[in-house]
């Protein structure tokens, strides 16, 4: 057999992984092969819609399941030994390995990015390779870990089993909060593109810290009523009994397997607070306000949370000011995590000046790139009085019978001082017809409207130019705002792409962030 004939996969088998395992990699728990961990960048030309290759690396080593420490790059033998480490460096910086190996089934050569090694490239034999324990080594040193730490950092990622894995991006972005909170960093700041999953990110977080025993008591604030009951049903669903709503309102929720759950409830009917429970979750809205009989958190303990969760920081906890930075400035002893799409950083409120520098970043860009993420295309259409504004005719009347104040009007009156008709009818036309021409009607759509007033006049423009499929059912447009029972209900089926219906919806401002389809 003449090695030079053999394929780079042949060389992966005969050569790479037996020196792999020579040096005491478990095959079945530490290794992975050809390790696929992008989806492939979704390319949009006119009607067509398709997919770039998918980046892979031919092996990843894990000291732990999702702790991975070394990558190795394999070439058949008529390359030579180093010739797939630039290929290997790009995959190890997107994955965040520190040691990188390249070989043609000769040897290896090895690259340590901690730059801590007296050679930062050295030739190593094929019984050469080093051992987990003696990566694992050099990567604690590398990071500064302690015993103490090195226990935070080792404890296991939550695994129901199905096989359900997080992504590469959302492995770096725990780790980097793990590593951190086990550094002695008691604020961390993670910013990721929205869509990207911040919330099951912050789960693995929690879980990590709540089972190392490390964090008791846990508190995720959010500020929509609908991300607590998703995160509750879903992401947050395996803290089962541990995990309650600061909420004196009992809500049934259905999931996204169709089976419906009772919202365990941390307050009774007179506010009193359940301090039974280990995992809460809540709206700052509803334990804080402008009057001391509001601030329902005063009732727990300053130290009471070890760990406090904010979703979409931006908002609130970036304001020195804010509600959210009340809240946790009582609870400042606790290690408090920052989650946003958009740090806000102004002349008056800074992210960053309270939970300092992200310790992960994963952009819009990123996400469009690795095909995580659907790229948009802007479908500009201009409409007469959009652009050229509105002047109501000298003594016209609205339809109440009043006359319209005798001035020009722009899109910043639009459905806030005046409602133009035609101009919702013609908007409901317009986005009819886009979805006629692109050949499928069930693609489902959000129409952000000024108020829930305006969402239920573009709802029912939206009704009469597709009368036909809403003949066939009635949620095939739907209004879903804050106090519109019956289409929150229809939430969680908007949001799976299993469900069929509701596929037009018109909303205010309860899907304008956050919300996981």
């Known amino acids: 057999m003449d090695k030079r004939d053999l394929t780079e996969r042949d060389i992966c088998t005969k050569f790479i992984l037996p020196a792999v395992m020579r040096a005491g990699w478990d095959p079945m728990l530490q290794v992975r092969e050809e390790v696929y961990f992008t989806k492939g960048r979704i390319i949009v030309r006119g009607k067509l819609v398709t997919r770039g290759k998918a980046k892979k690396a031919d092996l990843v080593l894990y000291y732990k399941p999702n702790i991975p420490l070394a990558l190795i790059e394999a070439k058949d033998n008529r390359h030579s030994v180093g010739d797939g480490l630039q290929q290997a460096l790009g995959y190890a910086a997107t994955l965040d390995v520190p040691f990188v190996f390249s070989s043609n089934g000769d040897g290896f050569v090895f690259h340590d990015r901690t730059g801590r090694s007296a050679a930062i490239e050295t030739n190593l034999g094929l019984d050469a390779f080093p051992s987990p324990d003696e990566l694992w080594a050099r990567y604690r040193a590398w990071k500064g870990l302690g015993d103490e730490a090195e226990k935070i950092v080792l404890q296991d990622y939550y695994d129901d089993g199905s096989g359900k894995a997080p992504r590469y991006y959302q492995v770096n972005a725990v780790n980097a909060a793990i590593e951190a909170i086990a550094r002695g960093r008691d604020r961390v700041l993670l910013v990721m593109a929205t869509g990207t999953g911040k919330t099951y990110t912050a789960f693995q977080i929690i879980w990590r810290l709540w089972k190392g025993g490390r964090k008791k ?301």
């Open 217 to 517: 008591r846990i508190l995720f604030l959010a500020d929509r009523n609908v991300l607590i009951d998703q995160t509750m049903v879903n992401d947050f669903r395996p803290f089962g009994a541990a995990m309650a709503k600061l909420s004196t309102n009992a809500k049934t929720i259905e999931r996204q397997d169709g089976t419906t759950i009772d919202l365990a409830l941390a307050l009774d009917r007179k506010r009193r607070i359940d301090t039974a429970f280990e995992i809460y979750l809540g709206l700052y809205q509803a334990i804080t306000g402008p009057e001391e009989r509001q601030k329902l958190y005063r009732e727990f303990s300053p130290g009471f949370f070890d760990l406090i969760v904010i979703d979409e920081c931006h908002r609130g906890s970036a304001a020195e000011d804010g509600a959210w930075r009340e809240i946790l400035t009582y609870f400042s002893s606790a290690t408090q995590i920052g989650l946003t799409a958009t740090p806000k950083e102004t002349e008056y409120v800074s992210n960053t000046d309270y939970f300092g520098d992200p310790v992960f970043t994963y952009s819009l860009k990123q996400g469009i790139s690795d095909g995580f993420l659907a790229p948009y295309k802007v479908v500009k259409v201009h409409i007469d009085v959009d652009v050229q504004g509105y002047r109501p005719e000298i003594g016209q009347l609205d339809r109440l019978g009043n006359e319209i104040e005798d001035r020009l009007y722009n899109t910043k009156d639009f459905d806030r001082t005046i409602v133009l008709d035609d101009r919702t009818k013609l908007t409901a036309r317009k986005i009819t017809e886009f979805l006629k021409e692109s050949g499928d009607r069930f693609q489902k759509t959000i129409v952000f409207c000024v108020d829930e007033e305006h969402a239920a006049r573009m709802r029912q423009a939206l009704v009469n130019e597709n009368a036909d499929l809403v003949a066939q059912n009635q949620r095939y447009v739907m209004r879903i705002t804050g106090s519109d029972k019956e289409g929150q209900d229809q939430l969680p089926n908007f949001l799976d792409p299993e469900q069929r219906y509701p596929v037009l919806v018109t909303t205010s401002r309860l899907l304008s962030t956050g919300v996981d389809a």
